[in-house]
Nanobody, 117 residues
Framework: QVHLVESGGGLVQAGGSLRLSCAASGRIFSQYAAGWFRQAPGKERELVATITTGIITNYADSVKGRFTIFRDNAKNTVYLQMNSVKPEDTAVYYC???????????WGQGTQVTVSS
């Protein structure tokens, strides 16, 4: 079992930056792939970025060049650095973890990010 807790959300102006954190407890987090997802009001949840147990990353086209996902396995934490944010980035952001190549089994409770124009 892995327990995930997100933090770092809040209100930011367009063009600004925000860093989300996802702290994991339970089983060895370094053995799991991790990802960030988001869900805006009235929209389906969408993938934002993923990272393997190593350093291979993948991004949604809408955030490429602006967001960076990285992990610190010593701290059992995965991060999402959000730069040059836009109002359309407003959403609840969720952290997830799962076995490499498998579904995301564990999910956090989400953290709200609101970007003002």
């Amino acid at each position: 079992q892995v327990h995930l807790v997100e933090s770092g959300g809040g209100l930011v102006q367009a063009g600004g930056s925000l860093r989300l954190s996802c702290a994991a407890s339970g089983r060895i987090f370094s053995q799991y792939a991790a990802g960030w997802f988001r869900q805006a009001p009235g929209k389906e949840r969408e993938l934002v970025a993923t990272i393997t147990t190593g350093i291979i990353t993948n991004y949604a086209d809408s955030v490429k060049g602006r967001f960076t996902i990285f992990r610190d396995n010593a701290k059992n934490t995965v991060y999402l650095q959000m730069n040059s944010v836009k109002p359309e980035d407003t959403a609840v952001y969720y952290c997830a973890a799962g076995a490499t190549g498998g579904p995301y089994t564990y999910w956090g409770q989400g953290t709200q990010v609101t970007v003002s124009s």
